[in-house]
């Protein structure tokens, strides 16, 4: 692909590494491309050429190169479950989901409906993705329609992809962060007109979860997603025993929690359901039929006492599957942790994770997961030049163990278990450098 008059080139090269599909296992060689000497060509926000260095076109040999050799670059990392709002509650004591939420998250929230503070902490929200790694995010808002608008407006500055949504709660809340069936219908209708579609912004229709609506904001959050069947609802479900009792209480007339939300037309292929660690065989079943995604919180479900994610039961019942940090009640920003902490999850239960399979989650995984996989999550020529270049000899606990390592698989390996944010050397969002290690 030929440049044109106002399309400036940049040339980025270094080990690359992409994935087409999910991992069979560890000798699934063709589920990725690995590049050991690779080039990517951005042009105009996107990938326009990738491949072997030693084959760069040559209309394309003068251009600037930034060289990341010898570090690994790879698509930017996905977070398909995130809480704006809750940055500065993270690592708060708590013994359990609810007390969590009551005793800190709530009152946090609340700071966000002043718009300065809240497009202070956009700013910082968006710097602490992409030092992590992250160039795609899809966040909750807190009930305030100014915290969305502080998040889409700081990610538009950035040209960042990023979905985000106020979050819809009439009951079992605070008072200064409730709203009403209309009035969240209403906001979350004006974002969606002003923001949803515009350059890289999505609007997610956001229940925040059945606990905190009646049936009359469920309602009205169903006709938004009637209304609208292109943007993603992303809400939470069967993250904690006591949670799932109060909702069956709240609804006594439905099944289950699932058919809580699948009644008002909120469990569809654009839903996001975080957690789903307590499903039944028939929760299963109907999320599968119906093609909405089990979001894996790990970090946050170890943190909060919630239970263990049974991924292989998941993906057994045909469920669509992602993983997220969910800041702020994960306990940390890095997917690489999360990735971590998610083999330890799955560990416990009998189960693996290798690397390729992890990273593939973390990148086209998850973007299948959103919808976005033409889009964001690969290397491929003509999608979006999103992606980070990371270091497996960032600390010296890392190097001295690479001095041992021989394979991707093995450096994968390192990287998510030792790594963090300390192993991103770069962040690029459209194809320019959003982030770097300050650091040489």
């Not at 040339?11 to 063709?30: C, K, M, N, T, Y």
């Not at 943007?231 to 609804?251: D, K, M």
């Not at 039929?289 to 292989?312: H, I, K, Q, R």
Request: net charge negative; glycine share 10%; charged share 20%.
């Amino acid at each position: 692909m030929a440049a044109g008059p106002q399309q400036k080139v940049s040339i980025v090269r270094g080990r690359l590494l992409w994935f087409h599909r999910e991992p069979l296992g560890a000798d699934d060689l063709s589920s990725f491309t690995y590049i050991e000497d690779g080039a990517l060509v951005c042009m105009g926000g996107l990938l326009s050429w990738a491949g072997d260095w030693a084959d760069l076109p040559a209309d394309h040999r003068g251009a600037a190169v930034t060289d990341h050799r010898p570090h690994l670059i790879v698509p930017g990392f996905i977070d398909p479950h995130i809480h704006f709002p809750q940055g500065q509650v993270v690592a708060s004591y708590a013994g359990s989901l609810l007390e969590w939420l009551n005793s800190y998250t709530f009152i946090e929230e609340q700071r966000y409906g002043d718009p300065p503070f809240a497009a202070a902490m956009a700013k910082r929200f968006c710097d602490m993705l992409l030092a992590h790694g992250t160039t795609t995010a899809v966040a909750f808002g807190s009930v305030h329609k100014a915290s969305a608008q502080a998040l889409l407006a700081e990610a538009a500055a950035r040209n960042m992809r990023l979905v985000t949504g106020k979050v819809m709660m009439d009951r079992n809340a605070p008072e200064a962060l409730t709203d009403t069936a209309q009035t969240g219908h209403d906001d979350t209708k004006a974002l969606i007109d002003e923001w949803h579609g515009a350059g890289r912004l999505e609007v997610a229709i956001s229940p925040r979860f059945a606990l905190t609506s009646t049936d009359a904001q469920m309602e009205a959050a169903g006709a938004l997603a009637r209304e609208h069947p292109d943007c993603l609802i992303q809400t939470h479900l069967s993250e904690n025993h006591g949670e799932i009792e109060a909702v069956e209480a709240l609804f006594p007339d439905a099944v289950d929690y699932t058919d809580v939300y699948e009644r008002f037309g909120l469990l569809t292929s654009k839903s996001l359901m975080g957690h789903c660690i307590h499903l039944s065989d028939r929760e299963i079943g109907r999320m599968a039929e119906t093609g909405a995604v089990a979001v894996f919180c790990p970090t946050s479900n170890l943190f909060l006492g919630s239970g263990l994610f049974d991924l292989d039961r998941i993906k057994g019942g045909g469920v669509r599957h992602a993983i997220a940090t969910d800041i702020g009640g994960g306990t940390s920003w890095s997917l690489l942790k999360t990735l971590d902490e998610g083999y330890k999850v799955l560990n416990l239960q009998g189960h693996r994770f290798h690397p390729f399979r992890a990273f593939w989650q973390a990148t086209r995984g998850n973007a299948e997961a959103i919808g976005m996989a033409d889009r964001i999550g690969t290397l491929d020529a003509g999608t979006e030049a999103d992606f980070v270049v990371l270091d497996a000899h960032a600390t010296d606990a890392m190097a001295l163990r690479m001095e041992r390592a021989e394979t991707l698989a093995e450096e994968l390996f390192v990287l998510q278990t030792l790594g963090d944010d300390r192993a991103v050397k770069a962040a690029y969002v459209a194809g320019a450098e959003a982030m770097a290690d300050a650091l040489p």
